[in-house]
Structures are given as structure tokens and as C-alpha cells.
């Protein structure tokens, strides 16, 4: 399928496609007169960067999802490195868990010490 077609039907704009190919994310043939060809095969892959995406991963953590779909696995979360990428990203995401927690604990400790200063 043509870009415009393949754009529509994977959620995201014919640049972000030009983008993600750029990025050796996503592979188009070029037809006889030059246009990009897209397989079906590729719309998961699409689909599977910008779930990533909205999970907070970066197009740098893509490669080794992307790797372990064109290798036949289906969601891309199987392979090792793949494994990895996931759990890296959560060791980060629970690290911000408990930045934030700090940061709430000591907003709580701040409103109750302003509250017992107010009625003094």
C-alpha cells in the first residue's frame, strides 16, 4: 500500500512514516516510479511503536521490538533484549513512582505545618 493509504490505517501521519524509516524502524519497497510500498506486515510493527510510545519509551528503545517481530514473534515482547527494554523502563518508571511519592510526602508535611501555624 501506498503511504497516504498506509498512514490512514496505522494512525500516524506519512511523515512520522518517513520518520520511523529514517530510524530503520519500519521498511518500504520502492515501487517503479519511486514510491514507498508498504507491506502489511509492517502496519503491526507501526502499531506496536506507538503503543510503545505511549507507554513512555523513547524510538531509541524500539529496535529490539521491532527485531523480535521480524523474527516471527508476534508482539515483539519475547525476545531477551526485548525483556530487558521492558525492564529497564519499569525500574525507571518505579524510580519516578518514588520521586514523586517524596515529593508528596513533603507537600503533606508542608500544608500540615502551615495549618498548625495558622491557628496559633
Known amino acids: ?13 506519512a511523515r512520522m512514516l518517513r520518520y520511523y524509516e529514517q530510524q530503520g524502524l519500519v521498511r518500504a519497497r520502492r515501487s517503479a ?17 506507538r503503543a510503545m510510545q505511549e507507554l513512555g519509551f523513547d524510538l531509541g528503545d524500539m529496535s529490539p ?5 521480524r523474527a516471527g514473534n508476534p508482539s515483539g515482547d519475547e525476545c531477551p533484549e526485548s525483556i530487558d ?4 523502563r519499569l525500574t525507571e518508571v518505579n524510580d519516578a513512582i ?10 503533606h508535611r508542608q500544608l500540615a505545618d502551615a495549618k498548625t501555624k495558622e491557628y496559633m
Do not use: W
Request: charged share 35%; hydrophobic share 35%; glycine share 8%.
Open 1 to 13: 500500500m501506498l503511504i497516504g493509504e498506509f498512514a490512514d490505517r496505522s494512525g500516524t501521519s
Open 98 to 107: 518514588d520521586e514523586l511519592r517524596t515529593v508528596r510526602d513533603h507537600l
Open 33 to 49: 516510479n519511486g514510491y514507498r510500498v508498504y507491506d502489511e506486515g509492517e502496519l503491526e510493527i507501526v502499531r506496536k511503536i
Open 85 to 88: 527494554t521492558l525492564r529497564r
Open 65 to 69: 521490538f521491532v527485531t523480535c517481530m
